[in-house]
């Protein structure tokens, strides 16, 4: 199987996977916990070692295969392809340390683990749609720049709700906007995993001349 189609289904494989430990992950939690008012990471810490941390994990993993797709069907050659590529490094690695670090419990103190959980998240949220901004100029995903271009705005208007509501707004409805950013974040990777199923990286030694779709 060409490696960017194998490696884009192995993306959308991996954020399936994702979105379905997250599920399971607010149903197992046996405390009284509201999502609209508190985030993913609180229902994370109340089950430490769950699957909620796993989920993170495993999208993480998915971006790293689906940035190995995009340098195999478009190597960077531009300042703005290799600067979208560090910023998807950054988002897996907020995700990974955030997955790894624990925030505190709802209704506790900060501490030095749940600031740098915080800041983790921070990065990985703005990075991913800048990311996603450039990835739009790449002409292997000109398919799919109007999408990911919408995809972006919406996820930077999430993001400023989200900071809103976690400052001046007294975290009113910040369960609420923190999945829909994230919902709207992962729809850029998912978007970007099924342009890659569609298209076909030639062999390694075929002729330069011929395309193949």
Do not use: C, K
Not at 15 to 35: C, F, R
Not at 61 to 75: E, I, N, S
Not at 142 to 150: D, F, I, M, S, V
Not at 158 to 174: E, T, V
């Amino acid at each position: 199987m060409p490696v960017t189609r194998s490696t884009g289904l192995l993306a959308l494989g991996g954020i399936a996977l994702a979105a379905l430990l997250t599920v399971i992950g607010h149903l197992e939690v046996n405390d009284d916990l509201n999502p609209w008012a508190l985030t993913i990471s609180d229902f994370a810490v109340s089950d430490r070692g769950g699957v909620i941390d796993v989920a993170m994990v495993v999208l993480a993993l998915a971006t790293v295969a689906l940035l190995y797709g995009l340098r195999r069907a478009d190597p960077p050659r531009s300042r703005s392809a290799r600067t979208a590529e560090l910023l998807l490094g950054a988002w897996v690695g907020g995700l990974l340390l955030a997955a790894v670090v624990p925030t505190n419990e709802p209704g506790t103190a900060m501490t030095t683990a749940a600031y740098l959980h915080r800041y983790a998240s921070v990065v990985a949220f703005l990075a991913l749609p800048v990311s996603g901004w450039l990835l739009a100029r790449r002409p292997t995903l000109a398919p799919t720049a109007r999408t990911l271009r919408t995809l972006v705005l919406l996820s930077l208007a999430l993001a400023a709700a989200m900071i809103w509501s976690a400052y001046p707004g007294d975290r009113m409805l910040i369960g609420l906007a923190e999945r829909l950013l994230i919902l709207t974040e992962v729809a850029v990777l998912a978007t970007v995993a099924v342009t890659q199923t569609r298209r076909i990286t030639p062999a390694r030694g075929a002729s330069a001349g011929v395309l193949l779709r």
